[in-house]
C-alpha cells in the first residue's frame, strides 16, 4: 500500500526559506513520478513542482521558476522541495502526490496517491 508522509511546512518570514520534504513508501516500481501542488483558500490545487523518480526530469509552475528547487534521494525514496524567496503568494496546504507512470503530469487529478497536507504560512 502506497504512503506518502509530508513535513516541513510552517511559518515563515517573506523573503525566507522552507524545505518539504516527502517520503514515500510502497512503491514496487522505481518508474514513478512525485509532484508538490499546493492549495490557498478559495483557489483550486496547483501543481508546482514534479520529479521523475526514474530519470530525474522535473517541471516547475512559472510562479516558483527561480525560487523553488525540487529533488529526491532515492535510497531514501524522499522528495525534498526547497522553497525560497517566499513570497505572500506561497501561502496555501501543500501536498505531495505520486503516480505510477514515465511521463510528468501536471494535472491534479491524474494522480492516484495523495498526502496529508503541510501548512505553509508567509507572514511578518
Known amino acids: 500500500q502506497v504512503q506518502l508522509v509530508e513535513s516541513g511546512g510552517g511559518l515563515v518570514q517573506p523573503g525566507g526559506s522552507l524545505r518539504l520534504s516527502c517520503a514515500a513508501s510502497g512503491f514496487t516500481t522505481d518508474y514513478y513520478i512525485i509532484g508538490w501542488f499546493r492549495q490557498a483558500p478559495g483557489k483550486e490545487r496547483e501543481g508546482v513542482s514534479l520529479?521523475?523518480?526514474?530519470?530525474?526530469?522535473?517541471y516547475y509552475a512559472d510562479s516558483v521558476k527561480g525560487r523553488f528547487t525540487i529533488s529526491k534521494d532515492n535510497a531514501k525514496n524522499t522528495v525534498y522541495l526547497q522553497m525560497n524567496s517566499l513570497n505572500p503568494e506561497d501561502p496555501a496546504v501543500y501536498y505531495c502526490?505520486?503516480?505510477?507512470?514515465?511521463?510528468?503530469?501536471?494535472?491534479?487529478?491524474?494522480?492516484?496517491?495523495w498526502g496529508q497536507g503541510t501548512q505553509v504560512t508567509v507572514s511578518s
Open positions: 502526490a505520486a503516480d505510477t507512470r514515465w511521463a510528468l503530469v501536471v494535472a491534479a487529478s491524474e494522480y492516484d496517491y
Open positions: 520529479i521523475s523518480m526514474s530519470d530525474a526530469t522535473t
